[in-house]
């Protein structure tokens, strides 16, 4: 469990790190930026390292037994999730409706799982998320007032949808695979 919480204490400081410009701004002064991104994402990488190995090797402490029809709930929810998630990637109009794709597929993504996870390691996991997908946004938002992204061609808006269909299908065969647990 060790190795879990530490992976998340860096993967959260490191990026909410941003939220404090003046420092941020003077690390990429003496830096450079391409070098502050470069150890942006080795120190995220190495992070997300942690928290995988951490939870594979975490001890099962159950804490409650969801019921099984919160697993049907999970599933609806992570299409609309997988589809945000494509959106934060890919410019198009839901940019423009949503102003942060991403934390919000964070925080659907870490409740749906919340809701079929009752042991211990897995509501660190997805709690832990889930708060930070809240102080991501409400940091982003006190940062920078919300410039909405010029309006894209509809096929933009069509292309992410099944892009995070096909997504969400492929996660949805292989979810054992990628992460050790069967959803079918």
């Known amino acids: 469990m060790t190795l879990l919480v530490l992976g998340l204490c860096i993967f959260i400081a490191i990026h909410l790190f941003p939220a404090f410009q003046t ?23 190495a992070s997300f390292a942690l928290i995988i190995l951490g939870k594979a090797n975490a001890p099962f402490v ?38 942060h794709p991403m934390l919000i597929a964070v925080k659907v993504w870490a409740i749906g799982h919340l809701l079929i996870n009752g042991d211990l390691a897995s509501i660190i996991l997805f709690g832990s998320f889930l708060a930070f997908a809240v102080l991501a946004m409400v940091s ?27 997504v969400y299908v492929g996660i949805g065969m292989h979810h054992l695979q990628l992460f050790g647990v069967p959803i079918m």
């Open 23 to 45: 420092q941020r701004a003077t690390l990429i002064s003496n830096f450079g930026e391409l070098k502050y991104k470069g150890v942006f994402a080795l120190v995220s990488l």
């Open 62 to 99: 159950e804490i409650w037994q969801p019921p099984q029809m919160l697993s049907v709930v999970t599933k609806l929810l992570m299409l609309p999730t997988i589809i945000l998630l494509v959106a934060a990637y890919i410019p198009s109009n839901f940019k423009r409706k949503i102003r």
């Open 140 to 166: 982003a938002n006190k940062r920078a007032e919300w410039q909405k992204p010029d309006e894209k061609s509809i096929i933009m808006d069509i292309l992410v949808i099944l892009i995070g269909g096909a």
